[in-house]
């Protein structure tokens, strides 16, 4: 058995590239499949059910597009969807959600900060694994946004960005945050700015690397993993205008990249 289908993987935007580029790393030879629902985004004004209709419409087309597992980059549509995308498929659904955990463990000062996204934050899921820590540490949230539009819009370090970040920021550090959890996707491309304004004595806290393993992890459970030889093919769906997904894509896969268009 090669199991040679493609992983499918999808997220508001190019956040989720974040997450796929550790899946390819940790599994080159897996075929990927990525959407980015740019023209809907961005998911953390939106409603639940509105993030939940487009989860469907997205994995509906993953599907038939013959995908083996979904994997949901996107801290937004995991806590609005994934239970109902798991209700419906049968095929392995991986989601991704703010790593407060491993802050919780690492913490000093008792105090974490999460900046995420309003709808992630306000969501019963979040909530609940929130309070599942709140007896010895204190959780702070932010929510930020415009936050994800700079990055979509690849302004990964402009002063507009350095001075949102600023304003997300710096009310963490001043209750005392010593670890900074990026509860979205898109924040990771901006770990090395946000890592500059919060200094050497606070922890950014990223998920990319435990949600590609934990995606290895469910293939292999699901004897899904191929066994193909070689480098797997990485496709890229957009459902932004042609020469913007191209610039957008190519700049944060580090290289020239076709980029479809849905
Ligand atoms: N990348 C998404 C996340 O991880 C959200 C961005 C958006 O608001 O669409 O939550």
């Given at each position: 058995m090669?199991?040679?289908?493609?992983?499918?993987?999808f997220d508001s935007g190019i956040g989720g590239l974040s997450i796929a580029r550790q899946i390819h790393q940790r599994l080159p030879n897996e075929h990927l499949l990525y959407v980015a629902d740019s023209i809907h985004a961005p998911y953390g004004e939106k409603s639940e059910s509105y993030i939940t209709e487009r989860a469907f419409s997205i994995s509906e087309f993953l599907i038939q597009l013959n995908v083996k597992a979904i994997v949901v980059a996107c801290?937004?549509?995991?806590?609005?969807?994934?239970?109902?995308?798991?209700?419906?498929?049968?095929?392995?659904?991986?989601?991704?959600?703010?790593?407060?955990?491993?802050?919780?463990?690492?913490t000093k000062s008792g105090i974490v900060g999460v900046l995420a996204t309003a709808q992630t934050l306000k969501s019963v899921s979040f909530n609940d694994l929130a309070k599942s820590f709140s007896s010895h540490v204190k959780i702070e949230v932010q929510p930020c946004p415009g936050l994800m539009e700079q990055v979509e819009a690849l302004s990964l370090d402009s002063d507009e960005t350095e001075a949102l970040i600023k304003k997300y920021v710096f009310p963490l550090l001043e209750k005392g945050a010593d670890h900074i959890v990026l509860g979205c996707?898109?924040?990771?491309?901006?770990?090395?700015?946000?890592?500059?304004?919060?200094?050497?004595?606070?922890?950014?806290?990223?998920?990319?690397?435990?949600?590609?393993?934990?995606?290895?992890?469910?293939?292999?459970?699901?004897?899904?993993?191929?066994?193909?030889?070689?480098?797997?093919?990485?496709?890229f769906w957009s459902?932004?205008?042609?020469?913007?997904?191209?610039?957008?894509?190519?700049?944060?896969?580090?290289?020239?990249?076709?980029?479809?268009?849905?």
């Open positions: 090669i199991n040679g289908q493609a992983i499918g993987i801290n937004t549509a995991t806590v609005s969807s994934i239970k109902a995308l798991r209700a419906k498929y049968t095929i392995p659904i991986i989601g991704v959600e703010p790593g407060v955990k491993p802050a919780v463990f690492n996707t898109h924040y990771a491309f901006l770990a090395p700015i946000i890592k500059r304004i919060v200094g050497p004595n606070v922890e950014i806290v990223n998920t990319d690397v435990a949600v590609a393993k934990e995606a290895a992890r469910r293939l292999d459970i699901a004897s899904l993993l191929s066994t193909h030889n070689g480098q797997g093919k990485v496709e459902s932004a205008p042609s020469s913007v997904a191209h610039r957008q894509f190519s700049l944060l896969w580090g290289e020239s990249v076709t980029v479809f268009k849905m």
